[in-house]
């Protein structure tokens, strides 16, 4: 038996990347998991792989900004599943550009999913948990989250991911009497399509960027990115009893960027 039988997950952006590899991993433990994403289309193919790899999956569209569409995944997943044990809450977006270059609307997007939509999800989770004897939310922070990192994204995406990690702490004091272990995992580069995503997003960005961000050029001890399996390894230690002393930890998964 897994270290995850018995459980039941959610997993927002669960279609690509750091998501995906979550989905696979906590099935493969014996998790049934609820595959969510605002891409319907690859929230579909990770729940079909985890099915055809002999976990047990469904699949859900959900715009994690949406308050009743985070309502409705919620309600769905403890409808199909008897409950909810776990929330990953992965789900992200960013822009690019210069804080003085940024546009209202650019930073109000990046902020509303990655903060306010940890925050619905989060906030959905916690009212069945506290009923239902605990569970274990994880967030994904970033490197970005206690350091300013190396450019690229703009403001608007480090200020998401620290307010993510303080998300996490409130609700890991707030909670942990009620048996609920929040935990923030800040991974450094990770090699995933959110190239490609931001790429396809960016028809909807409105800042005129003209001066080109400055970029660092710093690299981790490892030199490499990661897997998003190693993310994924990580996300269902926490997930499971094996880490059941730890809650309110910004965990990073960084090959030693922030060691230096």
Known sequence: MGKLEGKSAVITGGGSGIGRACA?????????????????????ETADLVNTAGGSA?????????EAEVEAM???????????????????????????????????????????????CARAAL??????????IITMGSVSSVVIGAGGSAASYKAAKGGILQLTRAIATEYAHRGVRANCVCPGAVATDIGKHTREDSVHWTSEIKDEPRQYTPQAPMMRAADPMEIANVVAFLASDESSFMTGSAVMVDGGYTAI
Do not use: P, Y
């Not at 409808?79 to 960013?94: M, P, R």
């Not at 546009?103 to 903060?115: C, H, K, M």
């Not at 009212?127 to 274990?136: D, L």
């Open 24 to 44: 696979l991993k906590l099935a493969e433990e014996g998790a049934r998991v609820m595959v969510a994403d605002i891409r319907e289309d690859i929230a579909r």
């Open 58 to 66: 469904l699949f859900f569209r959900c715009d994690v900004s949406n």
């Open 74 to 120: 919620t309600a769905k997943t403890i409808e199909q599943f008897g409950g909810l044990h776990i929330l990953v809450s992965n789900a992200g977006n960013l822009t690019r550009g210069g804080i003085h270059e940024t546009s209202l609307a650019d930073w109000e997007r990046v902020i509303r999913v990655q903060l306010t939509g940890t925050f619905l």
């Open 127 to 136: 009212r069945h948990m506290i009923q239902h004897g605990g569970g274990s």
